[in-house]
């Protein structure tokens, strides 16, 4: 694999603003989410530039990658290793311009396999299909087949699946093909989020 991104396990992605996000993020990496991504869609930038550096501090202690969801500039004011971006967001080459050639720049790519050879060829270091279940995050998402996972194993660079994802249909995934499993709402919406996590690491032990 081309990609900087190496290895396979947990990506946790965050769920906007909350009192308690460092505390959360924290039980989730102490359960062996191997990504974070910072999502947060309101326009307070002083407070997201606060948490995202607090959250690559974190990261940094547990040797996890964290990267900010759409906004390329956040990522660079914060130092994060990069950025994640949507079918409305910058593209691949202008946000490398702008982060630099060690960045990590993740893409959605929904259910489409040309999109994740366009931009796998473009130099996204993973692409990321979904969603595979019905999702409480984005409940009218577009849907994505396994066959997908399967169909992508030749471009070269690590597969992320999300939407609606649990540890009880996360395991069929990995047996796709998937190097990482992206959740939201399964390990932050947990009461107990360092046990969900670890429900979700195991998953890539026993797959």
């Keep these: ?21 460092l505390e959360t993020v924290a039980q989730a990496l102490a359960g062996g989410a191997r990504l974070l991504q910072y999502r947060d869609k309101t326009t ?70 040309e999109r994740a050879r366009d931009l796998a060829s473009a130099g996204a270091d993973y692409i990321a299909f979904g969603a595979f279940f019905p999702s409480p995050t984005k409940p009218h998402a577009r849907r994505a087949s396994f066959d997908l996972l399967r169909q992508s194993a030749t471009l070269g660079v690590p597969r992320v699946a999300i939407g609606g994802i649990t540890p009880d249909n996360g395991g069929s995934l990995i047996d796709a093909g998937a190097d990482y499993l992206a959740v939201i709402s399964a390990v932050f919406g947990d009461p107990d989020v360092r046990g969900a996590a670890e429900r979700f690491a195991q998953l890539f032990t026993s797959h």
């Design 1 to 21: 694999m081309h990609t900087k991104l190496q290895g396979r396990g947990l990506y946790v992605i965050t769920d906007g603003p909350r009192r308690d996000l």
């Design 44 to 113: 307070d930038h002083s407070r997201r530039l606060d948490e995202v550096r607090a959250l690559r501090a974190l990261c940094a202690a547990r040797d996890v990658t964290m990267i900010v969801n759409d906004d390329v500039e956040l990522a660079r004011a914060a130092g994060a290793a990069g950025v994640h971006l949507g079918e409305d967001d910058s593209n691949v080459a202008a946000a490398r311009a702008v982060l630099g050639e060690g960045a990590i720049i993740g893409v959605s790519c929904y259910d489409s396999l």
